[in-house]
Structure formats: C-alpha cells, structure tokens
C-alpha cells in the first residue's frame, strides 16, 4: 500500500504528525519536492522536533529518502542531522537514501534569491531568501550541481565557474561577493556521497518496499502550476509530482491523503479570500499558535474555503480528508464556511488562474454554530461534540470528499482515526 500525504490548503496544515504517524509501520518514507524552506513539526511525548528537510519518519529511525524533486542544501542537510544526533537519533547512510540526480542549493542562490525580491519591492513573494527559487532556475536551465557531480573534483569546479559565469553580472550589478566555497563542497563530499543512490531503482524494489509514504512539503495551493501564481513556490506541490520527484512508478494500491486544517492560514503576500483582519483572526492566530516553523513569521489566520479545498481535492485525486486544529475552534460562537466567491456579480465555485482577479473576491459564507465546549485531545469521533460533528458533516458535503481523520492536538495520541486509515497500515 502507498501513501501520498498533502497538505490540500497553503502550507502549515499538520502534515508532520499524521506523517510521523502513518511511518510509525511505513517500510519508506519520500520527501519529493520542495526543499528547507518547508517545516514540519512532531511532538513525541514531551519532545518536540522541527524538520525541513529530512522525512517526518526520521524520528522512528525509519528508512527515509529524499527525491530528485527536492533542491538540496547540503549545509542544511548536515546541520539537520547533527541537531537530531544531540537528540539521540543518528541519520546514516543504512537509513537515509539521496537521489544520485539531486540538485544543489548553493550559498550562489541565496544571494540571487535576496536580490530577486528586493527587486520586486512592493510586490515581493515573501520567499524563505533560502535560495530555492533560483536553485529550481538552474536546474531547469541546466546549469545546476547535482549530487552525483561531488565525486569529481574537476568536473565540479569546472561546474561552479559556469554557474558564477552564468550569474556574473546581476552579482556585479548589486555588489554581491560570494566567497569561494568548492573547498567546502569538495570536504563534505565524501560524507554526502554515502547517501547518494539511484533511487528510482530502489523505490520500484516492491517486495522490499511494500508500504511507502510520500511526503509533501508546501500546501497544494502553493504548487507553481496550479497554486494563487505567482504567489508560490517554484516546485509543484500536488500528487502528481511523486513520480517525477522520485521515480516512483507504480500507481496501484494508493491512498491521497489530504491534509486539511479546520480553518484556513496562509504565510507571506498572496491571495487569501476568507482572511480575518479582525478579532477573530487574532483568536485563530493566537490559539492555533500560528507561526512559521521556517520562518517565525505570524500566519494570516482566515475561515474554511470548501471552494479552495474542493479544487485542490481534484486536482490531488485525494480520497481521504485528514482534518487537523478541530481543537482550535472551540470557543467560537459562530463558525463560517466558505461556499462560493463573488467576483464583480458573478459567482465562482474555483479559484479562478487570473491574477488581476485575486483583489475582487467576495467570499460568500454559510454560517453553522459552534459547539462552545472542549474537543482538545478527544480520540473517539462519538465523544465530539454534537455540532462539531455537524461542522465535520457539512464540510464532507462541500467537499464531496469524507474525512478520514480528525486531529484535536499535536500529540499522536489527539487523533480520531475515523476509518481505520492509521491502524490499517
């Protein structure tokens, strides 16, 4: 059985948890996209991990892989594995496997991703400044190190000198200097190289890897395709990306799995249809303990858009709905719901590609009441109370789609598995 976890909203919806949960019997666990400028956080009993690179799985000394979807920082890679070695989890090459086709996110791209947006002023993306935008650049213009090239010294910095060749003269433009760093590429070789593997081989082993579950990093409304362009990130975020990301081809026996938050949130510019700018956006913020995990910042906090969530349902294949931060909810009075957009008198049930359009949306709101009364790590669906499952009950009618999962907490235990999903595996 195959497992595909994706976050259905803009990033932030909890995959981290019900990941570390469902690796918990997993054979193998897939980062296929994105790079550190993703964040998952796991709380196991008292502790508390935050990862951006390495699977949720790590944490259960599972076999991990990261894909070729994935832009590498190797610095990062390192320092993520040495935090996790202080906890008493050691990362090596018997359980975590790189993709020998892997690309690198050089110190050369965090510069260019600095002088991007301050080019875009006041338009700027709110990118993570980890270079990962002009990494995914280099590889699709095919100037990009991969993790294979490590193993040959002249070749990689035959390789550096048309990079920085390429870049010369927005560097020079904006008096940017970039210390040499093939030296430090060239001594961390050795150590990167015992992970590297042709992993599109590996993962197709079926009888070794019966049960695998790919991880997703940003939400699916962030993909560079689909996502509120061009207030995205520059990977696609949705299912689909699983086969190009790894080399994973079998598309037998797959659950979807999308992870959804109760409410909605967003990080950085874009646009955000159902955004509170008021108290209750506060409350959200507040409760929900709504910051980054890469980046700190404050999410903007906003209520349920079914239509959003409908769309990126269909646009994942998603057949089960994970509903994450329940909890959150609580002390709410009134709850609203978005069931349509009114753009300029003419209703939309999907988030329409044109730009010029984001500014011009009306949410339109079908109100439910709250249920006023603590759902906070309740574990057994029939002990929620009376209107949450009511809440619970009109969000699958919007969606089409039937939840599976409900989340009322961080902790593994704070989970309501619906439809057996998590003790089936």
């Known amino acids: 059985m195959y497992y595909t976890i994706v976050g259905t909203q803009w990033g932030d919806e909890g995959k981290g948890k019900i990941v570390d949960w469902l690796s918990s019997n997993a054979d193998l666990i ?65 359980n975590l496997f790189l993709a020998d086709n892997i690309c690198l996110i050089l110190p050369i791209h965090k510069s260019l991703d600095q002088i991007n947006e301050k080019l875009r002023g006041q338009k700027e993306l709110g990118t993570t400044k980890k270079g990962i935008g002009p990494a995914y650049e280099d ?82 409304m962030l993909d560079i395709d689909f996502g509120t362009y061009p207030y995205v990130t520059s990977s696609n975020t949705i299912s689909g990306q699983i086969f190009s990301g790894t080399g994973f081809s079998n598309r037998n026996n797959h659950k979807i799995l999308g992870i959804t938050k109760a409410y909605t949130t967003r990080v950085g510019s874009g646009p955000f249809p159902t955004e509170l700018i008021d108290n209750i956006g506060e409350y959200l913020g507040e409760k929900g303990q709504e910051f980054g995990t890469v980046t700190k910042r404050k999410r903007r906090c906003g209520w349920f858009d079914s239509v959003l969530l409908k769309q990126s349902i269909k646009l994942n294949g998603i057949t089960d709905i994970v509903l994450t931060k329940l909890d959150v909810l609580d002390e709410l009075k009134e709850i609203n719901i978005c069931i349509g957009y009114d753009i300029e008198g003419k209703i939309y049930d999907y988030l329409p590609s044109e730009e010029f359009l984001f500014d011009k949306i009306k949410p339109i709101y079908k109100t439910v009441d709250g249920w006023q009364t603590s759902t906070a790590g309740i574990n057994s669906f029939k002990d929620l109370p009376n209107k949450a499952i009511k809440y619970i009950n009109k969000l699958e009618e919007l969606m089409e789609t039937k939840v599976s999962i409900v989340s009322t907490g961080p902790d593994r235990k704070e989970t309501i598995d619906i439809n057996g999903i998590l003790l089936n595996i």
């Open 30 to 94: 897939v980062r296929y996209q994105g790079g550190n400028n993703a964040g998952h956080t796991i709380k196991v009993d008292k502790k508390v991990y935050k990862l951006n690179l390495l699977p949720s799985g790590i944490i259960n000394n599972k076999k991990c892989a990261i894909g070729n979807g994935v832009v590498l920082d190797p610095w990062a890679l390192i320092k993520e594995i040495d935090n996790l070695k202080e906890n008493g989890i050691i990362v090596d090459h018997t």
């Open 139 to 220: 590889k699709v213009g095919r100037r990009a190190i991969r993790i294979c090239d490590l193993k040959y010294p002249k070749l990689l910095k035959q390789k550096i000198d048309n990079l920085h060749a390429y870049h010369h003269e927005k560097l020079i433009k904006y008096n940017v200097n970039i210390e040499d760093y093939y030296e430090e590429l060239l001594d961390m070789s050795e150590y990167l190289y015992k992970f590297s593997v042709p992993l599109w081989k590996i993962i197709n082993n079926l009888d070794k890897f019966k049960k695998v579950v790919f991880e997703g990093a940003q939400g699916s």
